[in-house]
C-alpha cells in the first residue's frame, strides 16, 4: 500500500480579504493535485493570516475574533476535499467553544466528511498570549490508505502520544506546526525523527513561513516541511524521505510506501516496536486491546 503526500510550506502575508485567503489556499491545492497527491498537509496556525485582514475600521483583528472565520474556513477546504478527491489536512483552525480557545486541525475527507483533533500539548507562550485551551481527547483516523494520526507541533515532542497513536494503529503521523525561531523549530523537528525511529512510523511535518506584521505573535515564523522516516536500509539513512528549502514558499511531495513499515518491524537492523520492555512500562497496545474489548462486550 503505497499514499503519496504533500506538505505546504505556507507562505503568510498581509492580505485584505477572505477571497485572497481563499486564492492562496486554491494555489497550494491545485499545486498537490498536479502531482498526483492523495493527502495534503497544511502548518499550524495558518489561518492567523486572516487576522491581518483588519475590521471595517481598519483595526487589528485579535486571536479572540478568528473563531468568526469558522464556516468560511470549513466550506472551503471541504470544497477543496470534495473537488479534488484528496485528503486535506487543512493545518490548525482556532475554534471556540464554552468560551474556551481551541487550536484544532481538521481532516477535510473527499465524501465531505470533516474530522477534528485539538492539540493536546499547549505550550507556556499559548496560554499567556492566547490563552488557549488544551484538548481532551485522542483520536486516530480511518482512510483507504490506512489509518493516521494528527499531532500538532508541541505534540510531537511527547513521546507517549505517539506511542498511544501507534498502538491504535496509526502508520503516519501528520504534524502540522508553527515556529518563530530556530530553537522552536529543531525541537519540532529532532523529536519527529526520534518518533519515527522509535515506532516505526512515517512523520509528515510543516510549518508556516513567511510573517504577520500586524498579527501579534505571529510577526516571525521559520520553518520547513519534510517527510521523516524510520532509520532502517529500506529508507534513505537520515530518515529523511523529502524536505523543503527553508523558510520558502513551497510544496514537498514524497510517495510513502507502509509495506516498508511492516518489514522493518518484523525484520528491521532493529526492532524498536516488537523490542518494547512491557515489563517495565506501559503496553499501550495492551491498553488499546482491553478498551476495545470493553466496548464490544457493553455493545
Not at 525541537?187 to 526520534?194: F, G, I, P
Not at 508556516?208 to 515564523?221: C, K, Q
Not at 529500506?234 to 514537498?252: A, I, Q, S
Request: hydrophobic share 35%.
Amino acid at each position: 500500500m503505497k499514499m503519496r503526500v504533500s506538505a505546504v510550506q505556507y507562505h503568510l502575508h498581509t492580505i485584505k480579504s477572505f477571497e485572497e485567503f481563499a486564492a492562496q489556499c486554491e494555489h497550494y491545492i491545485k499545486t498537490a493535485q498536479e502531482y498526483g497527491s492523495e493527502f495534503v498537509l497544511f502548518p499550524e496556525f495558518f489561518t492567523t493570516q486572516l487576522l491581518s485582514i483588519g475590521s471595517e475600521h481598519e483595526t487589528s483583528l485579535t486571536i479572540n475574533e478568528l473563531p468568526g472565520f469558522t464556516d468560511q474556513y470549513l466550506d472551503l477546504f471541504q470544497t477543496f476535499a470534495i473537488k479534488t478527491g484528496m485528503h486535506i489536512i487543512g493545518g490548525t483552525h482556532i475554534i471556540s467553544r464554552n468560551g474556551k480557545l481551541y487550536n484544532v486541525a481538521h481532516l477535510f475527507y473527499p465524501n465531505g466528511r470533516i474530522e477534528e483533533q485539538a492539540k493536546l500539548h499547549i505550550t507556556p507562550s499559548e496560554i499567556q498570549e492566547w490563552n488557549m485551551s488544551a484538548g481532551d481527547d485522542f483520536r486516530v483516523f480511518d482512510t483507504e490508505k490506512g489509518r493516521i494520526a494528527l499531532l500538532t507541533c508541541y505534540d510531537i515532542e511527547f513521546p507517549e502520544i505517539v506511542r498511544m497513536a501507534k498502538a491504535k494503529g496509526a502508520n503516519v503521523i501528520f504534524c502540522p506546526s508553527c515556529t518563530d525561531e530556530r530553537h522552536g523549530f529543531h525541537r519540532v523537528r529532532y523529536t519527529s525523527h526520534a518518533r519515527a525511529i522509535e515506532n516505526q512510523v512515517y512523520v509528515v511535518l510543516t510549518g508556516t513561513v513567511g510573517s504577520l506584521p500586524t498579527v501579534d505573535f505571529m510577526r516571525a515564523n521559520f520553518g520547513q516541511a519534510a517527510v521523516i522516516t524510520p532509520n532502517d536500509i529500506p529508507f534513505p539513512p537520515k530518515g529523511l524521505m523529502v524536505e523543503g528549502e527553508l523558510n520558502n514558499d513551497m510544496v514537498v511531495t514524497a510517495d510513502l510506501d507502509l509495506n516498508l513499515l511492516y518489514e522493518v518491524r518484523e525484520r528491521g537492523s532493529v526492532t524498536t516496536w516488537r523490542d518494547r520492555r512491557t515489563d517495565l512500562y506501559t503496553d499501550w497496545e495492551e491498553v488499546e486491546r482491553a478498551k476495545q474489548s470493553k466496548i464490544a462486550w457493553n455493545d
